[in-house]
């Protein structure tokens, strides 16, 4: 079995069983963040947009009012099952679903106005080769919208921040810093034009409880939270229980017009 295929198959065992509480998850149904996502589609232009790792489909359904086609595209099953039956209770006609992997997208050159992503690149086995395919399924001028947890670039605080991912989530592959985003997106063919900084609580039982981590490994999230310096426990706003912040970002790009 290929690096690739494992990898995939992780993620797919990690969120398929879970579909529901990211469904039902307060920090992926809301924030200022999600909100400026959804509003970069052109409102009323009849823009065609693809959730590029859609997860429980929050994206899609509140860019659903301003766009005329969504597809809800993600490595679960499970969870674009979720995602199609949400849609039509809340009467979204115009959201479909395809399940693939962001480093192969099964749509031709040019078909989309709008792609946006929201905490899902992390997770992506080859970032770089998964933002070349948002360039190419692009349209000239089109935009590209990514949220995702993003590293503070200092390697103390970087460090720190992806061993606790990977404790939680075994899929977890890498919280990029704003240097290095912006840089792989101008290799992909993608020109940067804003980025937005939030800063998100998360409370250390819910998160755990969301991807159902195992207890030995949030004992040693634990253990690794009470260990650290100052300056990470300030910087994460570290509290008694475990519950800290994170920094999220929001990148704008665009296609470069023909």
């Not at 006609?93 to 040019?110: C, M, S």
């Not at 997770?123 to 001028?141: I, N, T």
């Not at 990514?146 to 970087?158: E, F, R």
Request: charged share 25%; hydrophobic share 45%.
């Amino acid at each position: 079995m290929s690096d690739s295929r494992t990898h995939e198959a992780l993620v797919g065992q990690q969120f398929g069983s879970r579909a529901g509480a990211y469904l039902g998850s307060a920090v992926h149904a809301q924030g200022a963040d999600l909100q400026a996502l959804a509003a970069l589609v052109e409102d009323g232009r009849g823009a065609r947009v693809l959730d590029l790792g859609c997860g429980a489909g929050h994206v899609s359904f509140n860019a659903a009012a301003r766009a005329g086609e969504i597809i809800a595209y993600d490595l679960s099953a499970e969870m674009l099952s979720v995602v199609a039956q949400a849609a039509a209770e809340r009467g979204l006609g115009n959201i479909a679903t395809r399940q693939g992997a962001a480093e192969r997208l099964p749509f031709p050159d040019e078909s989309f106005d709008c792609v946006l992503s929201r905490y899902s690149a992390h997770h992506w086995r080859d970032v770089e080769a998964a933002l070349r395919e948002a360039a190419r399924v692009l349209k000239p001028g089109g935009i590209v919208g990514i949220v995702d947890a993003v590293s503070p670039g200092s390697p103390l605080l970087d460090t720190y921040l992806q061993a606790v991912e990977l404790l939680r989530d075994p899929s977890h592959v890498r919280n990029y810093s704003r240097a290095e985003w912006e840089e792989a997106m101008v290799r992909a063919g993608l020109k940067p034009h804003s980025v937005s900084p939030y800063r998100v609580r998360l409370d250390f039982a819910t998160w755990i409880e969301r991807m159902r981590t195992p207890q030995l490994q949030a004992d040693a999230i634990r253990a690794l939270q009470r260990a650290m310096s100052e300056s990470v426990v300030r910087h994460y706003e570290i509290g008694a229980d475990g519950s800290f912040i994170l920094d999220v970002a929001l990148f704008r790009a665009e296609k470069a017009a023909s």
